[in-house]
């Protein structure tokens, strides 16, 4: 057993991956807004019915899913070796490769290459990272202003708001309170507009085209970077990154490392597996591929930049590193009894659902987001629709068990959860104690009413607000089993049922 | 043939009518059930609130007890869940290996309830009577970790008297997820909440499933509610007779 407390996690005071409240807390807030719930349920039973119909018309899903996470592990395997290839293959076709350690790093030189540009706008394709890195503050405190032009993202900004789904930043909100954010954030929208998905999707298009035009720098994401050919991949549904990674002159994509894939056939397997686990799409509608400079076509200044943040720690820890095969569909969020009630923001962290339970703790450190791997009942349905098969219920496990771990070397008192766990074990690990704490429970019986217990002590009042909690019957199993099968005069085939229905 | 109960303790202390309904059904059917009073608990709480080292005894304890049988069985998808997943993971994760591997084999031979019947008994009908209006819940364990796919299902479809009627959003988990249902109580609750609906929207008097967890969590909340329809674990229905 080890622990990985030694590599350098993402750094604190920048970007979005730390919880300000445990998940409970956060959690409790979420469920009580009854119009959150509505949003979530409705958006998320109908991408989980798309995503059921398209993956059921593949006879080979599972040996795509398969192969995904071979060439997954595959990679994290040698990572180091691929992203030397990729840096060598951008180089040589004239784009420019820069390592950022973390966060901070990350803003330091972007911010950098925009000033270097003499740009005060950028434009942005919807990236995950750059909202991991905080991007955008960084660019604002340079006095640089950075237009998100995926439709959900520029939602989300104009809202002052943060994303709270992978795919679907803008999730939690319906078309009226889009409506609202529009005729409210939106200088040059007509007065008039309704909220008919079409009309706001016109408005946005509208707003953002003067962006397209004016700005000379561009910032994307990377879904895939292909280390033999230096060939990055964007994915896509609307068509503005594509307007962002081809109108400006210079062009500059932030990655964190887990993203290169060896070959140009390994993104094949991807670009079946993404869409259909993602928007339920068969196909993406824009899929934007380039690989260096293209003299005279295009940005004719292309940067890469290579991010950390915690990454490498993640990799150090054999059985967490898993989480870094993630693609980023967010199917794993659509399928989850828990995000679909809670929403995203509870996880505090711009990664949510299952995925992020597993990620952002292992980007931090565990004990940064100590709550998330333990918001899950483990019910294992994320890693039925995982595209590359992560086993998200078993490294829930892994990281609870090394946030237990970890605590138990850093505090002097244990805490009362560890007392109660270890008391239970010790009394688990002896059939005789076991027994006698069975005979003690049924001091139970004494708070029954109708039948039942309606009130326990804490910690267990938690179990009570809600839900009845059974009596301690008159009878354990064992109790039952010496009386019918041990005593000499057992062989009888019908032993009656003393406990069934037990009067209270 | 010769089969070994694991109860579980919480069927043991809380639940004893879902493994006498085991020990029932499985003499009824001509087997010859023992019961090996050193079990105590598979230790999945444990593993699944981060505690592998105070796991460890009772999986030792586990495998100790039912290494001389050649054929197991327990009342609970997710006990056999846990045995079957967790108990050489955790062995492993502490270095010992020989525990493991010995682990992997006491696993190997463990079955859930409808998994013995139907894949090693072979019976579907095991002359079982329950004049009930019942659903049935697919425990997230027993489907996801087990796989054990419809065979509950063929089992209460035999049951003479029994109308089966279809959960909706069955396989949706109920919110337990054993020390989630204190740690995330709301979230639990609001989990639970669906659940309820979907049962009460079936009109089934009866709930059942293959394990008393999530039926006292399920249990819990209809029994709270007032709404008179009652939890019975897959188990007490088959061993039931007119």
Known sequence: MSTFLGLPGAPRGVGHLRQDEPFPVAARRALADSQLRRNLGKATSTIRAKRAAVVGELPDWEELRAAGQAIKARTMGRLASYLEQLEEQVTARGGTVHWARDATEANRIITGLVQAAGATEVVKVKSMVTDEIGLNDALAGAGIAAYETDLAELIVQLGHDRPSHILVPAIHRNRAEIRDIFLREMGDVDPGLTDDPAALAEAARRHLRRKFLSATVGISGANFAIAETGTLCVVESEGNGRMCITLPQTLITVMGIEKVIPSFADLGVFLQLLPRSSTGERMNPYTSMWTGVTPGDGPQAVHLVLLDNGRTAALADPAGREALHCIRCSACLNVCPVYERTGGHSYGSVYPGPIGAVLSPQLTGVEENASLPYASSLCGACYDVCPVKINIPELLVHLRARHVEEARLGRRMPSAEAVAMAAASWVLADAGRLAAAQSASRAGRLLRRRGVISALPPPLAAWTRARDAPLPPRQTFRQWWRAEHVSPDHRSPNHGDPDHGDPA | ?242
């Open chain 2, 1 to 242: 043939m010769r089969i070994a109960l694991f109860a579980t303790c919480l069927a043991d202390t809380l639940f004893p009518a879902a493994a006498r309904g085991t020990v029932t059904v499985l003499e009824r059917l001509g087997h010859q059930v023992e019961f090996p009073a050193e079990q105590t608990c598979c230790g999945q709480m444990h593993v699944n609130t981060g505690y592998q080292r105070e796991a460890l005894p009772l999986i030792r304890r586990y495998v100790d007890t039912f290494e001389p049988h050649e054929v197991i069985v327990a009342p609970s998808g997710s006990c056999v869940g846990s045995i079957t997943h967790q108990h050489a993971m955790v062995a492993r994760r502490h270095g010992d290996e020989q525990l493991a591997v010995r682990a992997e084999a006491v696993a190997a031979r463990t079955y859930e309830l409808s998994q013995l019947l139907v894949d090693v008994l072979q019976v579907e009908d095991v002359g079982a009577h329950y004049p009930h209006r019942v659903t049935y819940h697919p425990t997230c364990h027993s489907l996801r970790l087990l796989r054990v796919g419809d065979r509950p299902l063929r089992l209460l479809r035999h049951v003479s008297g029994l109308e089966l009627v279809t959960l909706p959003d069955a396989e949706v988990c109920c919110g337990f997820g054993g020390t989630f249902a204190v740690k995330n109580a709301d979230t639990s609750t609001a989990m639970l909440a669906d659940k309820m609906r979907s049962v009460l929207d079936t009109g089934a008097e009866v709930c059942t499933a293959g394990d008393s967890s999530c039926l006292m969590h399920i249990g819990g909340g209809l029994s709270r509610l007032r709404t008179g329809v009652r939890t019975v674990h897959l188990a007490e229905i088959l061993a039931a007779t007119r």
